[in-house]
T-cell receptor
Framework: AQKVTQAQTEISVVEKEDVTLDCVYE???????LFWYKQPPSGELVFLIR??????QNEISGRYSWNFQKSTSSFNFTITASQVVDSAVYFC??????????FGAGTTVTVRA | KAGVTQTPRYLIKTRGQQVTLSCSPI?????VSWYQQTPGQGLQFLFE???????NKGNFPGRFSGRQFSNSRSEMNVSTLELGDSALYLC???????????FGSGTQLSVL
């Protein structure tokens, strides 16, 4: 069964629009970690954010913000005032007690000038 | 600080051959993990090593193997290559397990 679901396959926006990426996860662990990674065309996965299961405080870091809701098993990610350089594939990932990351299928974000 | 280094960047092999991919983690990182990325299956976990011990292995056949050396450098080996092994192989390192992973640029393997 898929542990991380990213329902949005592709999102296309015009520069300066906000983009929200959805992520739903499934786990039986009480302690787990959630991540967002970005993969630009160069191929290297770039770390964006990490949250643990005990901290539901939502934060903003620059143009990035996230909304973690344990009750709905969701970990959504928002890019505010998008820029062309934000064009990439974004992956949500779950880390449980087994030392591996389970990735979602990814959402391709295209920001048009 | 140097990032995660993977060599080679590109590799072309034929069916039946074997291949060895190399990964040098960030200095001080003891955990190294490997992932396979394909258009059809996405990112899939291969294995994770910590202090030379394999702690978890993904759902891949025994043709896929790996090891970690005392300096934390890691190699993965794929024997008897199949066409379906064509993929981007990504290595990642972290200080401790479940900390943020730093990924290398990957090795693009093409099996003909």
């Amino acid at each position: 069964a898929q542990k991380v679901t990213q329902a949005q396959t592709e999102i296309s926006v015009v520069e300066k629009e906000d983009v929200t990426l959805d992520c739903v996860y499934e786990t039986r662990d009480t302690t787990y970690y959630l991540f967002w990674y970005k993969q630009p065309p160069s191929g290297e996965l770039v770390f964006l954010i990490r949250r643990n299961s005990f901290d539901e405080q939502n934060e903003i870091s620059g143009r990035y913000s996230w909304n973690f809701q344990k009750s709905t098993s969701s970990f959504n990610f928002t890019i505010t005032a998008s820029q062309v350089v934000d064009s990439a594939v974004y992956f949500c990932a779950l880390s449980e007690s087994d030392y591996k990351l389970s990735f979602g299928a990814g959402t391709t974000v295209t920001v048009r000038a | 600080k140097a990032g995660v280094t993977q060599t080679p960047r590109y590799l072309i092999k034929t069916r039946g051959q074997q291949v060895t991919l190399s990964c040098s983690p960030i200095s001080g990182h003891r955990s190294v993990s490997w992932y396979q990325q394909t258009p059809g299956q996405g990112l899939q976990f291969l294995f994770e090593y910590f202090s030379e011990t394999q702690r978890n292995k993904g759902n891949f056949p025994g043709r896929f193997s790996g090891r970690q050396f005392s300096n934390s450098r890691s190699e993965m080996n794929v024997s008897t290559l199949e066409l379906g092994d064509s993929a981007l192989y990504l290595c990642a390192s972290s200080l401790e397990p479940r900390e943020k992973l730093f990924f290398g640029s990957g090795t693009q393997l093409s099996v003909l």
